[in-house]
């Protein structure tokens, strides 16, 4: 069975600093996506970013990034300049090809301290 | 692009009632997607939608639980004869086709007295 696993339920960095979040993964299938998903407290899931497994460069969209290790099932997400916004629940997510039904993370809780 | 609107946001009720719940996707979308998330937890998989059919039902759907699609366009999760464990939150996605992102809605949480 597809697996992500978010091994770090809480992290808090401070305003303007650079927090990496952790995500390993699962998964038998030889082409694949991953995504991190935000959920701002009672709020809508949004999608920070998208990496297709096949290609090599890791993403970067403004001041989020990927670190993405295919050999070793890891895909963390880097939040560089930290921003009170970002305050969030951060989950990694890879779809099952076919459905492309999510399989999510735990989730980890970010604070951004002022 | 209006995004995912569901209704309601909140629910409450109380336990052996039936409730349904409403998903309009982003109108070009012919996938819909229902997840289900608990406090603390990432979202679970519950079913999806390709247009009007529904293609797959994860096992934590029971024989309580009913999705519709009619005409492809908006759905509907209805449960009935609600438990003490159906307390979640129930979010709705939709998306162009496979490999894309997933559109999520606000969620309409259910709260079971």
């Known amino acids: 069975a597809q697996t992500v696993t978010q091994s770090q339920p809480e992290m808090s960095v401070q305003e303007a600093e650079t927090v990496t979040l952790s995500c390993t993964y699962d998964t038998s299938e030889s082409d694949y996506y991953l995504f991190w998903y935000k959920q701002p407290p009672s709020r809508q899931m949004i999608l920070v970013i998208r990496?297709?497994?096949?290609?090599?460069q890791n993403a970067t969209e403004n001041r989020f990034s990927v670190n993405f290790q295919k050999a070793a099932k890891s895909f963390s997400l880097k939040i560089s300049d930290s921003q009170l916004g970002d305050a969030a629940m951060y989950f990694c997510?890879?779809?099952?090809?076919?459905?492309?039904?999510?399989?999510f993370g735990q989730g980890t809780r970010l604070t951004i301290n002022p | 692009d209006t995004g995912v609107s569901q209704n309601p946001r909140h629910k409450i009720t109380k336990r052996g009632q039936n409730v349904t719940f409403r998903c309009d996707p982003i109108?070009?979308?012919?996938?819909l997607y229902w997840y289900r998330q608990t406090l603390g937890q990432g979202p679970e998989f519950l079913t999806y939608f390709q247009n009007e059919a529904q293609l797959e039902k994860s096992r934590l759907l029971s024989d309580r639980f009913s999705a519709e699609r009619p005409k492809g366009s908006f759905s509907t999760l209805e449960i009935q004869r609600t438990e003490q464990g159906d307390s979640a939150m129930y979010l709705c996605a939709s998306s162009w086709g496979g490999n894309q992102p997933q559109h999520f809605g606000d969620g309409t949480r259910l709260s079971i007295l």
């Open positions: 997510a890879s779809p099952i090809q076919g459905a492309q039904k999510l399989v």
């Open positions: 990496q297709e497994a096949y290609k090599q």
């Open positions: 109108s070009e979308h012919n996938r």
